[in-house]
């Protein structure tokens, strides 16, 4: 890989992560139409960088929360307790359907489908079932679920999990603060299952631009994003999803 082609897809991936539109689509179509090819130790270091963008977006939310944690504090447990069993989905079917999941991971058609899946599901957060909701054990479990599903590449992470609490009536700071702080423990884990499959470590100058590109633009992306829901511009997205999910499959 080139340092051009490594600032490429970190700022690919900078962007995608956070906004409702799939970074693993993306990354998948970029490499396709561009003939772009990344290692997985790349795509390691890049979701790395996502990783510390939440870090830094959201560290008094983090803070607050370990602290709490390690006070024993009821409303804290509670929290951590609810990112536990929302993490479960994702983790028994990404170790379980690893193999097949993989074998599909590159299919331009499953991406052209998953983004237009992704656009249904963010027009259909308009219109929720209820309004005000409490962030229950039974609604962040269904996060969980979905957050499962944008394992599929085109399927975005975001969009399915801040998309799930909204449906169900779920406040949009609360829905967006539970999605992101999941993102944690999905990206570690996956992290962890993927690193014993690395046999090469690459040119490191291009890891470090990767990284170093992913970080920057992502905490602009999610910014930006927050500012978007706060205004009400959430579903907007759906029509770029459906868009580029047509694209991709005529093209």
């Known amino acids: 890989?080139?340092?051009?082609?490594?600032?490429?897809?970190?700022?690919?991936?900078?962007?995608?992560?956070?906004?409702?539109i799939s970074s693993s689509g993306h990354?998948?179509?970029?490499?396709?139409?561009?003939?772009?090819?990344?290692?997985l130790?790349?795509?390691?270091?890049?979701?790395l960088g996502s990783l510390i963008v939440v870090l830094i977006v959201f560290w008094k939310d983090i803070r607050k929360l370990v602290l709490g944690v390690v006070k024993m504090e009821k409303e804290h447990l509670r929290f951590f307790s609810q990112l536990v069993l929302a993490s479960i989905p994702i983790g028994l079917i990404?170790?379980?359907?690893?193999?097949?999941?993989?074998?599909?991971?590159?299919?331009?058609?499953?991406?052209?489908?998953s983004l237009i899946f992704t656009a249904v599901v963010l027009f259909i957060s308009k219109y929720p079932l209820k309004k005000d909701k409490k962030l229950g054990f039974l609604?962040?479990?269904?996060?969980?679920?979905?957050?499962?599903?944008?394992?599929?590449?085109?399927?975005s992470r975001s969009g399915m999990t801040i998309s799930a609490g909204l449906f169900q009536g779920v406040k949009k700071e609360e829905s967006v603060r539970f999605s992101f702080?999941?993102?944690?423990?999905?990206?570690?884990?996956?992290?962890?299952?993927?690193i014993g499959k690395v046999d090469s470590f690459g040119n490191i100058s291009v890891l470090i631009i990767g990284f170093?590109?992913?970080?920057?633009?992502?905490?602009?992306?999610?910014?930006?994003?927050?500012?978007?829901i706060k205004k009400g511009k959430w579903s907007v997205f759906g029509w770029y999803c459906l868009g580029l999910g047509i694209a991709a499959l005529l093209l």
């Open 94 to 113: 990404g170790y379980f359907f690893y193999d097949f999941l993989k074998s599909i991971f590159q299919n331009v058609k499953t991406v052209g489908f």
């Open 41 to 47: 130790l790349f795509d390691l270091v890049v979701h």
């Open 212 to 228: 170093l590109t992913t970080v920057i633009v992502g905490v602009i992306s999610l910014r930006l994003l927050l500012g978007l």
């Open 139 to 155: 609604s962040t479990f269904i996060m969980g679920l979905f957050q499962a599903i944008a394992i599929l590449p085109g399927v």
């Open 1 to 20: 890989m080139e340092i051009i082609e490594a600032i490429i897809l970190g700022i690919v991936q900078g962007i995608t992560e956070w906004l409702p």
């Open 27 to 39: 990354l998948v179509l970029f490499q396709h139409f561009f003939e772009i090819s990344d290692s």
């Open 181 to 194: 702080l999941l993102f944690i423990p999905a990206i570690i884990g996956a992290s962890i299952f993927e």
